[in-house]
């Protein structure tokens, strides 16, 4: 049983790493599963049916740390207590600003103790339950995961597969007002492009231009051969691009010849790799 996640600092360089090819026939990615229950005995007995999942890497945290260990580890699966303080004021993950929300399993003593969250749960299951019951959960939550996986990978190559080319084509300058100033920006000098509401900051060495346009807009308009949306609110140049830094569990990152180093956002390594297959043959 491993103890809570050690997440990386978003600032490191990381280490480089080396991985085998991979195939149809790979093993599919580990699942990562966080613990939070109150009940001692109820905590060992879900572990101890939790090692007998190989493709499980399971993490146990204490109450107060259930939402931090979520958004820092973005965990597939949450096993969590009723009683949980997060869980008896909420409705949904998506109500307490986690988002894509993990999949949960809710457990309680009693029927009575079903808060507004176990609605949203894929399962729910009333203590004590038999090692029968706990694997049906299991299950479910499996192909929720699968079923999650397998259309965030389809999203990503299409996406990478079904664009468009603009009437003009893509740009390859973006203008600028700084007060009393109008900068041509070129998209070649561009380290990663930052999205922040109705506006976009452009880091550019060591200066940063803040250029009134969404990061949708701009998507849309620069070449995604050269431009890769790693996250909802960042989007780098591949030609500044060290490395993709690709755990097998925990958080990714990709680090930039600059130092700086972004979140990936959650979608399998491998799915990451065919779309950068996709971008290197448009």
């Not at 790979?26 to 613990?35: D, F, H, M, T």
């Not at 303080?85 to 929300?101: D, E, F, N």
């Not at 029927?111 to 029968?132: C, G, M, Q, R, Y």
Request: aromatic share 6%; glycine share 2%.
């Amino acid at each position: 049983m491993s103890s809570a996640a050690r997440i990386a600092d978003p600032v490191r360089s990381f280490p480089e790493t080396r991985e085998t090819e991979t195939s149809a026939s790979a093993p599919s990615l580990p699942i990562r599963v966080l613990v939070s229950e109150r009940d001692v005995v109820t905590r060992m007995f879900i572990c101890a049916l939790l090692e007998r999942e190989s493709e499980m890497m399971v993490t146990c945290v204490e109450d107060s740390k259930l939402l931090s260990s979520i958004q820092e580890s973005a965990p597939d699966l949450v096993i969590v207590d009723v009683h949980a303080s997060a869980v008896r004021r909420a409705s949904s993950w998506g109500s307490l600003g986690i988002k894509p929300a993990p999949a949960t399993i809710v457990t309680a003593y009693h029927p009575s103790a079903v808060s507004a969250f176990a609605s949203t749960a894929i399962d729910f299951l009333v203590k004590p339950f038999d090692p029968e019951r706990f694997e049906a959960a299991l299950d479910l939550a499996k192909s929720e995961i699968a079923r999650e996986r397998a259309k965030s990978e389809s999203d990503h190559v299409l996406s990478a597969q079904q664009v468009d080319v603009p009437p003009a084509g893509w740009l390859d300058r973006l203008v600028v007002e700084s007060e009393h100033r109008i900068l041509l920006v070129r998209a070649d000098d561009i380290d990663w492009i930052q999205s922040s509401g109705d506006y976009v900051r452009l880091h550019v060495g060591s200066a940063c231009h803040i250029l009134r346009r969404t990061m949708k807009e701009l998507q849309v308009l620069l070449d995604p051969k050269r431009f890769l949306r790693v996250h909802r609110s960042a989007m780098v140049n591949l030609d500044r691009v060290k490395e993709f830094y690709l755990p097998p569990t925990g958080n990714m990152f990709v680090t930039l010849n600059t130092g700086v180093s972004l979140p990936l956002r959650r979608h399998s390594r491998f799915s990451l790799r065919r779309l950068l297959k996709n971008i290197s043959q448009l």
